[in-house]
């Protein structure tokens, strides 16, 4: 499911958002049990392994490996992640972010520390016309 709005294409499941380029994009996520996710990682799919967008665990984000391009641009949307909303803010968006975008999850107590996909969102953005920014 695709729409196009402005100089942004977001795709996801069965509700798409619209963006301008240069604006704050949200990446949605979220979980039903908040409360057991001991782990929230968003990646890019054409990043390295251990490269990532945003990486939290135990009440911190890390940027440690935090993929440069992504340093100081994203963060939570709700920092107390209130009713399993674990999406994120990437600010000031450009041709770049171009990207397919996955959020996944680790539960607590899961023996096999698999990571569980939640979201798969698929950004594409336009250059901005000649002239601006």
């Not at 803010?89 to 996955?102: A, F, I, P, R």
Request: charged content about 25%; aromatic content about 12%; hydrophobic content about 30%.
């Amino acid at each position: 499911f695709a729409m196009i709005c402005g100089d942004v294409t977001l795709v996801m499941g069965p509700l798409p958002l619209c963006f301008l380029w240069g604006y704050d994009v949200t990446l949605p996520c979220g979980v039903t049990n908040i409360t057991k996710v001991s782990v929230l990682n968003w990646t890019r799919t054409d990043l390295q392994e251990e490269e990532y967008v945003f990486f939290y665990r135990k009440n911190h984000s890390y940027h440690d490996d935090q993929h440069e391009s992504f340093q100081n641009r994203v963060s939570l949307k709700d920092p107390q992640m209130k009713d399993g909303d674990l999406s994120v803010v990437l600010k000031n968006v450009n041709s770049n972010d171009n990207g397919t975008y996955e959020c996944r999850v680790r539960y607590e107590n899961d023996p096999q520390r698999r990571w569980r996909l939640k979201s798969i969102i698929y950004l594409q953005v336009s250059p901005p016309p000649p002239g601006e920014h």
